[in-house]
Structure formats: C-alpha cells, structure tokens
C-alpha cells in the first residue's frame, strides 16, 4: 500500500487543495506554472500587521507565486505562522500511520457502489493499490486526495508553505505554527462515521474529473479570485455540515482568535493558510471584521 502520506489537505475532489496540507503528498512532473499572484489581506494598528495569504499545499513546479505585494509581506515579517510547524509536518506521516488503520478490515465495495466505486477503482488504477479494505473512511480519501495532486502534477516541494519555510529559515526568522499533526487528522478521525462516509463517497464519484477541477482551483487562486474559490469550497462542503463545521468554521474561530491576540503585540506577521480558510462569511478575514478589526485585502 502507498503509505508516503502527507508530510504534511477537505474532503472531496478540491477541498484537499485548498485547506489541509495533511492531505497532499504528490511528486508532480507537470511543466513550470504560471504567474500567481493569490489574495492577501492585512490588518494593522499603530504597532502591529498582520498578513493573512491564502496558499496551495502544493503547486506545478515553477509557479511564481512569491511577486508583487507578497514579496513586500515576506521581506517585512519577523515571522511566519503556518497552519503546521516544520516539526509537526515531518511527523505527519507517523501519525498517519497510528491514526488509519481499521479496528476491523471492511472491503472498499461494501463501501462505495455505483458510480462511487468505478470511480475509486480507476483513480486507483492510475497507480498503487490504496490497501483500503485496512483503512478508515477518512484515511482512503487522504490517499485519493494524495494521487489526484499527483496525477495533477502538483508538487508540496513547490506549495507555497515549502517556500517560505525555506525563505524564513534562509533569513533565520522564527517559523511557527497553529496546529499539530496529531490535531489536524483528528479533525477527521473524530468525524461521525456517516460524515466520513459521505466526503469519501463524494471524492469518489467525482474523481474523473478531479485533476481538471484541482487545475481550476488552482487558477483561481492564482488569479485572487476569491469569489470562484468560495464557490468550490461550498460545493464541496455544505453537501456535508458537519465537515464544514469541524474543518472549516471551528478552525477559522480558532485562528481568528489568536490573530486577535496576536495584534496586542508589535512587530509583522505572516500567516500563510490554505486558501479556502479565507474566503466567505465564515473565512479568516470577515470573522475578524466582525470583531472590529480593520481587514483590507492588499493583493
């Protein structure tokens, strides 16, 4: 079984691109990519700003996505906050490994029918076999999340969270993080099994066509186009409330609330998240709106 899980992820054929890097693991082949220049926003007082990007877990390799206001954004931080600390990605495939696994093997067709199932068995043809029958719900979508960003061409060494780490530590600038590992899997280990059921039932019906719509949402972050982006999230998302609560909204409370303290102390911060964590009434930047504070997308 293809266990090079995710070093470091949402249910369904796009969620995965756009908010988890716990679900995308690919070594990507594609040609370089296109000029992207994501949605940014900025919230500052007299003393403090804070920078939220919108990322892509992982990205065609040679996607110049670095330029225009985020360039200023990185040369200006002191720091960096990611959704995952360096640590905590490195570990991620580790907990994978404890977290996965079934209490009992179920077979994947007393799982999936119809259309669900053709499409879970030619997704996996594409490469190694998944060894679901062993494997959680959740566990199987991480793994067909994995091989779509692979068959996408989508690289994590070329995501926008590699980067920068790579860009902070150069200018030895503290890289911090809102999350473990262990935390973020549990998002979905403790989903209830009916919910877990669904978001792998729908990335498999879809995925036939799962690397066009992966390439889509992709150009839409590159463009900033925010309102495409929070229509792919909902689709995907509202079909399953509880997903949308546990993994988008609860979170996105969670990182506000820290952004809000964190505007108590001086200095320039960087917050890089996945994009889909931003957009909407229930993203990053109109949650903190709501709290009085001053959000001005600045790319």
Not at 19 to 48: H, N, S, V, Y
């Amino acid at each position: 079984m293809n266990r090079e899980v995710p070093r470091a992820g949402h249910g369904g054929r796009r969620f995965a691109a756009a908010l988890l890097p716990l679900l995308l693991a690919a070594c990507g082949t594609a040609a370089p990519g296109p000029q992207a220049r994501p949605a940014m926003w900025l919230i500052e007082d007299d003393d403090t700003r804070v920078y939220l990007l919108g990322t892509m877990h992982a990205l065609p390799p040679g996607t110049d996505w670095d330029g225009g206001k985020v360039a200023s954004a990185i040369d200006a931080a002191d720091e960096l906050i990611l959704e995952l600390p360096p640590a905590e990605l490195a570990a991620a495939a580790d907990v994978f490994r404890d977290l996965a696994p079934r209490k009992s093997p179920l077979a994947i067709e007393a799982r999936l029918q119809g259309k669900a199932l053709l499409g879970y068995r030619a997704l996996e043809a594409s490469g190694r076999a998944f060894g679901a029958d062993g494997l959680d719900d959740w566990a199987v979508m991480v793994l067909m999340g994995q091989r779509v960003a692979q068959n996408a061409g989508l690289s994590p060494a070329d995501g926008v969270e590699t980067g920068l780490t790579e860009r902070f530590e150069a200018a030895d600038k503290p890289v911090g993080g809102l999350e473990t590992a262990r935390a973020q899997l549990m998002l979905f280990e403790t989903l209830d099994p009916a919910a877990q059921r669904a978001l792998l039932t729908r990335a498999a019906e879809e995925s036939g066509t799962a690397v066009k719509d992966v390439a889509a949402l992709t150009a839409a972050w590159g463009r900033g186009d925010v309102a495409a982006l929070e229509k792919v999230i909902n689709e995907d998302v509202d079909r399953v409330p509880a997903a949308r609560k546990a993994i988008i909204t609860d979170r996105n409370r969670i990182w506000s609330a820290w952004t809000k303290r964190r505007m108590a102390r001086p200095g320039t911060v960087l917050v890089a998240v996945g994009a889909g964590h931003l957009v909407g009434a229930d993203g990053m930047p109109a949650m903190l709106e709501a709290e009085g504070l001053r959000v001005v997308r600045v790319q």
